[in-house]
């Protein structure tokens, strides 16, 4: 069966852009890869969770390895979708980070401690789109936003981007590491939120950590929980 914990309004808006069948069924089977795990469920399994035929199912895929890789295709359209729906907005530096947090915590708490190494193990072509995407997209948006955050004064002036964004970003998949960070010890949000303000308080200036203090970022619990 599949079960969502907590819908985002970001999620919300991005499922009333979907037009086809296809696209919604992607979306529900994706939840249950999160939540579960990429490896212990069968074809019948999902088909019988979406309560579609196997043949229905196939009309959308040629196989489980074709069924992943296009899950993950859709996690990173909607991640996309999402962060530049934030970006529009046009905010400083230190509030977009706190907006782009928003969405991450309604995904992170119920993450498959498996997730990594079962796309890593098993669907290899999967997990290169993955990291194809956080080294250009993720990438990008990191240090743009660290030398926005210098232009706007919030950051440090004697700031790299070019050091601290790769840093940062091949840093966060530690955050998913069920051995260094045992989920049933500590959640994958708790280090999420720790991490990003440890991040940001590396970056920020005296003006930069006024604003910091103001969102409190430790707030972003209280958003995942409402």
């Keep these: ?97 706190f907006e782009i947090a928003k969405y991450f915590t309604f995904t992170l708490d119920q993450l498959n401690p498996s997730v990594q190494n079962d796309l890593k193990t098993y669907y290899p072509d999967a997990w290169q789109l993955w990291l194809n995407h956080q080294t250009s997209f993720v990438l990008k948006v990191v240090a743009d936003n660290i ?9 440090k002036d004697d700031v790299k981007s070019e050091i601290i964004a790769p840093m940062y970003m091949y840093k966060t998949e530690l955050i998913f590491n069920n051995e260094i960070f045992p989920k049933e010890k500590i959640s994958f949000l708790d280090v999420f939120i720790t991490y990003l303000t440890y991040h940001i308080r590396g970056l920020a200036s005296e003006k ?13 619990k209280l958003v995942h929980e409402n």
């Design 208 to 220: 930069g950590i006024e604003i910091y203090n103001n969102l409190n970022f430790n707030n972003l």
């Design 1 to 97: 069966m599949f079960l969502i914990k907590n819908i985002s309004n970001f999620e919300l808006k991005f499922l009333l852009l979907m037009e086809n069948k296809e696209l919604e069924i992607l979306s529900k089977i994706s939840t249950f890869f999160l939540c579960h795990g990429f490896k212990n469920n069968t074809m019948d399994d999902l088909a019988k969770g979406l309560k579609i035929s196997k043949k229905t199912l196939y009309k959308f895929v040629q196989n489980r390895k074709d069924l992943v890789y296009k899950c993950m295709q859709f996690v990173i359209q909607k991640e996309v979708t999402f962060v530049n729906q934030i970006l529009a907005l046009k905010l400083n530096a230190i509030e977009e980070n």
């Design 147 to 155: 030398e926005r955050g210098k232009n706007e004064g919030l950051y």
